[in-house]
């Protein structure tokens, strides 16, 4: 089973500044595995970014994603203030498997 | 707009078996995608539990899958969740989700199972 680590497990930030969020693997995964996830509380996740670097429908061009092999990254440009939630990374192996990452919870400084 | 909703027992006894309904409006699940389900514990992250395509292939997360099935009914336009031999670390929000492109793009609101006696 391929692990999912990421970092940091929490992100104080104010609105307007950048978050950068890592994702990293204990195994290299395809980019075309790797997908990130918003989730707030008593929410379903939402999907944001698949394929490591494509957004989801209705998704804001603010959010990014990178990477490749086993290091990948989730960057908003600028938080709003409904950004603020925790981010899940989430990868498919061909076991087949999925699974996500611990979370990162990006809090109001 | 596909639109899922689970159903099922908000509370279930130790060494019973769970089952949850995911029904899916917006789609005709016969017609394509895989549907999958998803919890996640109190307070903790999520954990893939199993999916199956619209044909009725399986697949399931191998720690689990000696106690987990999958099915499809596509008269009633749902599919569902079984797990059995539940302990107290079952007890988790379940979702149902539609994924393609090896990512969950729909998700249901999810159901609270609490596992107590």
């Known amino acids: 089973e391929i692990v999912l680590t990421q970092s940091p497990g929490t992100l104080s930030l104010s609105p307007g500044e950048r978050a950068t969020l890592s994702c990293r693997a204990s195994?290299?995964?395809?980019?075309?595995?790797l997908a990130w996830y918003q989730q707030k509380p008593g929410q379903a996740p939402r999907l944001l970014i698949y394929?490591?670097?494509i957004r989801a429908t209705g998704i804001p061009d603010r959010f990014s994603g990178s990477g490749s092999g086993t290091d990948f990254t989730l960057t908003i440009s600028r938080l709003e203030p409904e950004d603020f939630a925790v981010y899940y990374c989430?990868?498919?192996?061909?076991?087949?498997?999925?699974?996500f990452g611990p979370g990162t919870k990006v809090d109001i400084k | 707009q596909v639109q899922l909703q689970e159903s099922g027992p908000g509370l279930v006894k130790p060494s019973e078996t769970l089952s949850l309904t995911c029904t899916v409006s917006?789609?005709?699940?016969?017609?394509?995608?895989?549907w999958g389900w998803i919890r996640q514990p109190p307070g903790k992250g999520l954990e893939w539990i199993g999916s199956?395509?619209?044909?009725?292939?399986?697949y399931y997360k191998a720690s689990l899958s000696s106690r987990v099935t999958i099915s499809l009914d596509t008269s009633k336009n749902h599919f569902s969740l079984m797990l059995s031999s539940l302990t107290a670390a079952d007890t988790a929000v379940y979702f149902c989700?539609?994924?393609?492109?090896?990512?969950?793009?729909?998700w249901g609101q999810g159901a609270l199972v609490t596992v107590s006696s």
């Open positions: 394929a490591a670097s």
């Open positions: 989430q990868q498919y192996d061909s076991s087949p498997e999925f699974t």
């Open positions: 195994q290299s995964v395809s980019s075309s595995y």
């Open positions: 199956l395509y619209h044909s009725g292939s399986t």
């Open positions: 917006g789609f005709s699940i016969g017609s394509g995608y895989y």
């Open positions: 989700a539609r994924h393609r492109d090896y990512t969950f793009d729909y």
